[in-house]
């Protein structure tokens, strides 16, 4: 974990605390708690993204954002909301003098919040999000460190991109992993097909695959289970494949 007093200032030192984290929630969580830092007057922060035609709060810090975050995605409304959808950012000085997104300004009074600033995470992307702060004071943001929080925004959109492309490259490791443990079943299914149809390889490999798909089955299995019938035991299932360490 990054340590107390990490301040991601500038490229160098946002670098820093990415190598002192072990883990993208801690990564992301450490840039909450610096955002607070660059805003005294907060006493919550929240990062949430748009994931799967929903919201979600990835990480917070302190003691309000994750609360208040929730009321607006059950609203579909608020500041929150407004930075992540339009890539503008949201400050909003007062909320009792707030008349925007419903009952939402209400709801944040009776939870003791006056004030709130909401920056967005890659806008219009599949990334995107907001990174939101919360104080119980009005007007607690017109000194903070604006500059600074637009860059902590900027470098959890960052994160959050690199880990979307870590996990789908992962995906496709597995898949490709997981086609190579079990070409041999398939193409000892592929020949039975051609003996007993008559057809090439193309033709027999089209049969089994249109089977798989009407019978809701992965093609691995049904040709597992071709073989079993015909030859009265299952196919030697050969061991994962691991990658020598390089």
């Given at each position: 974990m990054a340590s107390a007093n990490s301040e991601p200032s500038d490229a160098a030192s946002v670098v820093d605390l990415l190598l002192d984290t072990e883990t993208l929630d801690d990564f992301l969580h450490a840039l909450a708690e610096a955002a607070m830092r660059r805003a005294p007057?907060?006493?919550?922060?929240g990062i949430t993204i748009h994931r799967a035609g929903g919201f979600i709060t990835v990480t917070s810090a302190?003691?309000?954002a994750a609360h208040l975050d929730e009321k607006q995605y059950g609203l579909d409304t608020g500041?929150?909301?407004q930075a992540l959808r339009t890539g503008k950012e949201v400050h909003v000085l007062d909320m009792?003098?707030?008349?925007?997104?419903g009952s939402y300004p209400a709801h944040a009074l009776a939870a003791g919040t006056r004030s709130s600033l909401s920056f967005?995470?890659?806008a219009r992307t599949d990334t995107a999000g907001a990174l939101n702060l919360y104080a119980p004071l009005p007007h607690a943001f017109d000194t903070a460190d604006h500059p600074a929080l637009r860059a902590l925004a900027s470098e959890a959109a960052g994160a959050i991109a690199l880990a979307q492309r870590m996990a789908q490259s992962r995906q496709f490791t597995q898949d490709v992993q997981q086609a190579l443990r079990y070409r041999g079943v398939?193409?000892?299914a592929v020949g039975i097909i051609m003996a007993q149809q008559r057809?090439?390889?193309?033709e027999a490999f089209a049969i089994l695959r249109a089977a798989s798909q009407n019978r809701n089955v992965k093609l691995r299995d049904l040709c597992a289970d071709l073989i079993t019938r015909l030859t009265g035991q299952p196919p030697h299932t050969p061991p994962a494949f691991n990658p020598p360490d390089l």
């Amino acid at each position: 974990m990054a340590s107390a007093n990490s301040e991601p200032s500038d490229a160098a030192s946002v670098v820093d605390l990415l190598l002192d984290t072990e883990t993208l929630d801690d990564f992301l969580h450490a840039l909450a708690e610096a955002a607070m830092r660059r805003a005294p007057g907060a006493d919550g922060c929240g990062i949430t993204i748009h994931r799967a035609g929903g919201f979600i709060t990835v990480t917070s810090a302190g003691t309000s954002a994750a609360h208040l975050d929730e009321k607006q995605y059950g609203l579909d409304t608020g500041p929150c909301l407004q930075a992540l959808r339009t890539g503008k950012e949201v400050h909003v000085l007062d909320m009792m003098e707030e008349q925007r997104w419903g009952s939402y300004p209400a709801h944040a009074l009776a939870a003791g919040t006056r004030s709130s600033l909401s920056f967005p995470i890659a806008a219009r992307t599949d990334t995107a999000g907001a990174l939101n702060l919360y104080a119980p004071l009005p007007h607690a943001f017109d000194t903070a460190d604006h500059p600074a929080l637009r860059a902590l925004a900027s470098e959890a959109a960052g994160a959050i991109a690199l880990a979307q492309r870590m996990a789908q490259s992962r995906q496709f490791t597995q898949d490709v992993q997981q086609a190579l443990r079990y070409r041999g079943v398939i193409d000892q299914a592929v020949g039975i097909i051609m003996a007993q149809q008559r057809c090439p390889s193309p033709e027999a490999f089209a049969i089994l695959r249109a089977a798989s798909q009407n019978r809701n089955v992965k093609l691995r299995d049904l040709c597992a289970d071709l073989i079993t019938r015909l030859t009265g035991q299952p196919p030697h299932t050969p061991p994962a494949f691991n990658p020598p360490d390089l």
